[in-house]
Nanobody, 115 residues
């Protein structure tokens, strides 16, 4: 189990922006695939974005063109830049790490988009 600590959530108005960060406590961060998922009340946890250890990215359909995932191997951190936020983006956002048989989740950070 790898400790993941998310930060950057909060309340933002529709059309606004937020940047989430997830710091991983592992020396093998550069060898790990990282991702962001979200879960709204009463709904399943869905993929937001993933970035492989090689830097390839993929996004959920609902966030394409608005969100951007990146990573800093020097800082053991993955980021999620969220722009043009909509009320339907409101959810708890979870960081995910995957490496071989190892998978870890962060505790989640709340993002609320509301006027």
């Amino acid at each position: 189990q790898v400790q993941l600590v998310e930060s950057g959530g909060g309340l933002v108005q529709p059309g606004g922006s937020l940047r989430l960060s997830c710091a991983a406590a592992t020396m093998f961060f550069s060898l790990s695939d990282m991702g962001w998922y979200r879960q709204a009340p009463g709904k399943q946890r869905d993929l937001v974005a993933r970035i492989s250890r090689g830097g390839s990215t993929n996004y959920g359909d609902s966030v394409k063109g608005r969100f951007s995932i990146s990573r800093s191997n020097a800082k053991n951190t993955v980021y999620l830049e969220m722009n043009s936020l909509k009320p339907e983006d409101t959810a708890v956002y979870y960081c995910n790490l995957a490496r071989g048989s190892i998978e870890s989740w962060g505790q989640g950070t709340q993002v609320t988009v509301s006027s």
